[in-house]
């Protein structure tokens, strides 16, 4: 079926350490996009990309990092410059069209910093 | 980039309809206004988008005012299930950059 495929789901790192969270679509689609969720907050842009390598910072970039290398795959890496990682992490792409591109989004990826 | 505004939470009875509000007051001529909702710890998930005119689909109405400064989405027969978040966005017409508001907690009640 097509979607989204975000991993691991729950993943726990300690402090100072880099990881990445994986993002894979196929759909088709041209753009992909990273948005962190806090508790009981909504979802704030990090980083998008309209086009293979091509991605544009969002409101919270800072201490975050993508690549687009694929259409398919969009990884986010979280750094250990980000001071306040534990968030939860939802991955989305669209067709870029006028009239359709909805967001599709994938189920998350939940980081917890110990 | 236009920014949504939207009531925290509302509260609805089992089978009335849920008329939830945005407020949209940048919006630029070339912003469509999309619609999602997000069950606890899902993914969200896309209901209705519109750019001037009412839009109707098998989940919702969109009603976009004339000035596009507002708009509300109706959920004709609201269910327990319709429990969620909802959140208004914008989206910039020559642009692939989606801008979530605050959203609105939607607790329909038995």
């Known amino acids: 079926d097509g979607g989204i495929t975000q991993s691991p789901k729950y993943l726990f790192r300690k402090e100072g350490q880099n990881v990445t969270l994986s993002c894979e679509q196929n759909?088709?689609?041209?753009?992909m996009y990273w948005y962190r969720q806090d508790p009981g907050q909504g979802l704030r842009l990090i980083y998008y990309?309209?086009?293979?390598?091509?991605?544009q910072k969002g409101d919270i970039a800072e201490g975050y990092s993508v690549s687009r290398e694929k259409k398919e795959s969009f990884p986010l890496t979280v750094t250990s410059a980000q001071k306040n990682p534990t968030a939860f992490y939802l991955c989305?792409?669209?067709?870029?069209?006028?009239?359709?591109?909805?967001?599709?989004f994938g189920e998350g990826s939940r980081l917890t910093v110990l | 980039d236009a920014k949504t505004t939207q009531p925290p939470s509302m509260d609805c009875a089992e089978g009335r309809a849920a008329n939830l509000p945005c407020n949209n007051s940048?919006?630029?001529?070339?912003?469509?206004v999309y619609w999602y909702r997000q069950i606890h710890s899902q993914g969200p998930q896309y209901i209705i988008h519109?750019?001037?005119n009412n839009e109707t689909n098998e989940m919702a109405s969109l009603i976009i005012t004339e000035d596009r400064k507002s708009s509300t989405l109706i959920l004709p027969h609201a269910t327990l299930r319709d429990t969620a978040v909802y959140y208004c966005?914008?989206?910039?017409?020559?642009?692939?950059?989606?801008?979530f508001g605050t959203g609105t907690r939607l607790k329909v009640l038995a």
């Open positions: 989305a792409s669209s067709s870029g069209t006028a009239n359709t591109g909805e967001l599709f």
């Open positions: 759909l088709n689609h041209d753009a």
């Open positions: 990309s309209q086009i293979v390598n091509d991605f």
């Open positions: 940048t919006i630029s001529g070339n912003e469509y």
């Open positions: 519109g750019l001037k």
């Open positions: 966005i914008v989206r910039g017409g020559g642009t692939y950059k989606y801008i």
